[in-house]
């Protein structure tokens, strides 16, 4: 295959960045997104110019680390894949790819498509955690939980942290990323005795760092890799008037 | 010379943790605070033993590569974690999985750690529970459990196909837990460069900062080196990209001895390559062994779809070979099976490197909801990587590069032989032997962290209490930080004209051809000349784009990659050595007339751990394997 890439290329978070276009060719329709930009770096070391820098590392769609708007849409067109899943039998001959990092005013650009995403661990350090020393856990099978808790616990808590759903969101908001900690804890009997404290300081840290709040609009559902549910904020708001 | 101190506790097999813990030091909680404690990656290990200890009250810093330690390799770890707890009622014990264990290391694991790990398994359940892991369950409410290779009865514990991915969000947790209680301090996007030795003890690291190339010093009373495995040796393997052996290297050439280096797993159910720019293998858990059977055609080169192969052309070689296992055979023997059936001509795909695992049967006995509810996700991946639906036809797999035994040695406090530096989870050598039994990582890299290092480490620091905070100006740190710096020069200035990527690449051709799933003299001897080689073109035709103060991906890279190129010799070294086959090591001369691994008791019942040597060979040191609660036995699955 040959194709058109315009990748936003940008030296560091102080400098301003500009798209660049470049024409590939000999892109095979097995490759992954990213496999056909380590092809694309290659080609531009042997040239003598610098390769596009980009977070990657399990590409198994698990890790959460790579993650860019391609052709408008967080981790491309195709739901219910990371970009290093996305593979390039999606797309056609001669197409033209715009490619650029996460857009959202928390994740500043480090370097071409690499954004600094610290914002969502500093919530996560705010209260995503319960709080249980090693050591002093009781018998697992003395709490019992539904199965169907359970089940729903783990689908909110499969998200991977690659921040598609603020990229995706006009408001910049990471609610659907927060709602699904929530939400993981809210569901099971563990989660209960911090409930209050945790939303409240997740939701505070939220706003510190700049994001913006829910408009239901549904983009990040839409857009996220792992294809969790709008519900999730539902259940965050709940929570949220129930901390009060 | 170094001398290997196992200092394994006396008494018998089941009170030897107790005894140890009873018996050892202990530090003050006001002391502790004025402890520093370094640890080195966040996956289970290092985020459950930073964590733990944090909780303990020690001054904890903590370091990772990844933008957020929440992205630790561990992640991707799919099918469960073991534990004795015999939720099932199926004879299931702590001396079992301990035997199980011992068995399917075939005998190279030291008893008294192994045993520790497996009474550790039941806490660690118990702790990831109690935080909120949401680990699948029965209709009662109580947590459910399934078979793994290697194991009779049913004890693994997992959430879906991302059990990894549970566990180890749950350890990062308890690391945020931590990090805002002020006891832990986090370093994302760092690599450690080198560690710094002061009078013979690890006191401090060498790191640089992956977005501002700063190199950057940084001190402790105690370094813990959670930092994994080196399978990425092999260019090709089911572990993240940017997974290296960097770290373990650095201490092996300070002088940690580093124990069985040539103990690779080779996993069998990995997705085959693809194309010739793949970058990495996508795993299909083990755990799909329960219901998929594995099969190639009994006529060679029968290419029909595999839909139309009837039933009595079908050769279903793990339950032929192997029928009291059958499809559950561990896996370095059914990784060796399907390597000799298409090596035979059997193979299936594009390439004819591939056989089949079908899940025909088991949809039609449970229907294709109970499947998709135990495997749904790893359906969805393979049909996303392949464009294949796993439910229609065979999913096509074929062994990959996975997990590495080898490590760094330690003693039974997981310190290394240079006092003050630990090594815990797959970093170290000391729990799985020649063999690792599917689910016994995340086990192990658990129990280390949470359980076992938080005890052993304060019989160490009770030593250092009156060692105040290690200053960063001394001569050892101007020393390494120089060495560090100098290489990253080195690396800089060649300007050759081949990228690290494409030395890695042929590294890791060189590994899985002549140091993989099979090895004999004559291969690893060429092996050696063609690292030598390798090595020597690297040195002199390395292209690194870009600068040193800047991000740069290839600079990191060069750096990884120069050290596996340095540790594949020392693999191979330990190969040649090693002239009997034991769990995955196979040597070609050591097997029985059927062809399975041929163990040499009497001369290779023993941990070989390697010290640094300069440029000179390295020196073999070795600790002998005493079997006292269990009978050396032929390892058969038959």
């Known amino acids: ?244 | 010379m170094i001398t290997l101190n196992a200092k394994i506790p006396d008494g018998p097999l089941e009170d030897k943790w107790t005894r140890y813990k009873s018996g050892s030091k202990l530090v003050n909680p006001a002391n502790k605070k004025k402890l520093d404690i370094i640890v080195i990656g966040t996956g289970l290990s290092g985020a459950g033993a930073a964590s733990s200890l944090g909780e303990l009250g020690y001054n904890v810093k903590v370091f990772c590569y990844q933008d957020s330690p929440r992205r630790a390799h561990s992640v991707a770890a799919q099918g469960g974690i073991n534990a004795a707890k015999n939720y099932k009622n199926d004879g299931d014990n702590i001396f079992r999985l301990f035997y199980d264990m011992i068995k399917g290391g075939d005998f190279r694991a030291r008893e008294a750690n192994v045993y520790r790990i497996a009474e550790v398994s039941n806490q660690v359940i118990d702790h990831y529970t109690a935080i909120g892991v949401p680990f699948a369950r029965e209709y009662g409410g109580t947590l459910d459990t399934r078979s793994f290779g290697g194991v009779q009865v049913s004890r693994t514990f997992y959430a879906k196909g991302q059990t990894g991915q549970q566990c180890l969000l749950g350890a990062y947790s308890s690391l945020n837990r931590q990090i805002k209680a002020g006891t832990v301090t986090m370093f994302p996007r760092r690599d450690m460069l080198d560690l710094v030795v002061i009078d013979g003890k690890a006191r401090g690291i060498i790191t640089r900062n992956l977005i501002t190339g700063e190199i950057e010093r940084h001190s402790a009373h105690a370094v813990v080196l959670a930092t994994g495995g080196y399978g990425t040796v092999y260019y090709l393997s089911t572990l993240a990209v940017n997974s290296n052996a960097s770290a373990a290297w650095k201490a092996y050439k300070k002088g940690a001895a580093f124990a069985n280096p040539s103990f690779v797993q080779i996993h069998p159910t990995s997705i085959p390559q693809l194309n010739e720019f793949q970058s990495k293998l996508t795993l299909m858990s083990e755990s799909l062994r329960n219901d998929g059977r594995i099969w190639v055609p009994k006529n060679k080169g029968d290419n029909r779809p595999a839909n139309d192969i009837p039933e009595e052309e079908r050769d279903y070689y793990l339950e032929r070979r192997y029928p009291a296992f059958g499809n559950l055979v561990p896996r370095d023997v059914a990784s060796r099976a399907a390597k000799e059936r298409c090596d035979a001509g059997y193979g299936v795909g594009k390439t004819g490197l591939a056989v089949n695992l079908d899940f025909r049967d088991a949809i039609k006995k449970q229907g294709k909801k109970a499947i998709e509810n135990k495997y749904g996700n790893l359906f969805e991946m393979y049909s996303a990587i392949t464009g294949m639906n796993p439910y229609e036809v065979p999913m096509q797999i074929y062994p990959a590069g996975h997990y590495t035994m080898g490590g760094l040695w330690v003693d039974y406090e997981l310190m290394t032989t240079i006092p003050g530096l630990f090594a815990i989870g797959e970093a170290n050598f000391s729990d799985h032997g020649a063999n690792r039994l599917g689910a016994s990582s995340l086990m192990q890299a658990a129990g280390d962290g949470y359980f076992i290092l938080p005890v052993t480490i304060s019989s160490y620091l009770s030593g250092e209490i009156r060692t105040p905070r290690i200053p960063t100006t001394g001569a050892e740190f101007d020393e390494t930080e120089k060495t560090a710096r100098e290489r990253i020069d080195k690396l800089l200035s060649i300007k050759g004209k081949e990228t690290a990527s494409s030395f890695h690449k042929r590294l890791g051709k060189i590994m899985w051809d002549y140091c993989g799933m099979t090895r004999n003299e004559e291969g690893l001897m060429k092996a050696k000349e063609l690292v030598t080689e390798l090595k020597k073109e690297f040195w002199s035709n390395l292209l690194v784009t870009g600068e040193g103060e800047d991000l740069n991906q290839q600079l990191e890279k060069a750096g990884r990659v120069a050290d596996f190129l340095e540790l594949a010799g020392l693999m191979i070294t330990d190969a040649l050595n090693r002239k009997e086959s034991c769990g995955a090591h196979f040597r070609e001369e050591s097997q029985t007339p059927d062809g399975e691994a041929k163990r040499i008791d009497s001369e290779y019942s023993y941990v070989a751990a390697w010290e640094y040597n300069g440029d000179n060979e390295p020196i073999l040191n070795k600790e002998p394997l005493k079997f006292e609660f269990v009978e050396l036995k032929e390892r058969s699955y038959k």
């Open chain 1, 1 to 244: 295959m040959k194709l058109k890439l315009k990748i936003w290329r940008q030296k560091n978070a102080k400098s301003k960045g500009a798209f660049v276009s470049y024409d590939l060719d000999g892109v095979s329709p097995d490759m992954s997104f990213l496999e056909m930009l380590d092809l694309l770096n290659s080609r531009l070391i042997d040239d003598g110019k610098e390769p596009v820098a980009f977070d990657h590392d399990c590409r198994e769609g698990i890790c959460g680390s790579c993650g860019m708007y391609i052709n408008g849409y967080p981790h491309g067109p195709v739901p219910g894949l990371t970009t290093c899943h996305l593979s390039m039998r999606y797309f056609k001959e001669g197409e033209t790819i715009v490619i650029e990092p996460w857009r959202a005013r928390p994740f500043p650009v480090i370097k071409d498509l690499i954004v600094d995403r610290s914002a969502l661990d500093r919530i996560q350090v705010a209260g995503g955690f319960i709080s249980v020393t090693a050591g002093a856990a009781s018998e697992a099978n003395s709490i019992l939980v539904t199965k169907k808790n359970s089940d729903e616990a783990f689908d909110s808590a499969i998200c991977i942290g690659c921040g598609a759903c603020v990229a995706a969101c006009k408001n910049a908001s990471p609610m659907l990323f927060v709602s699904a900690k929530i939400s993981q804890y809210a569901l099971l009997p563990q989660g209960k005795p911090e409930a209050k404290e945790r939303v409240r300081a997740m939701i505070a840290e939220m706003d510190r760092n700049g994001f913006g709040n829910c408009s239901n609009t549904g983009a990040c559902e839409a857009q996220c890799p792992k294809q969790i549910k709008l519900l999730n904020i539902a259940r965050l708001n709940r929570e949220y008037f129930k901390a009060f």
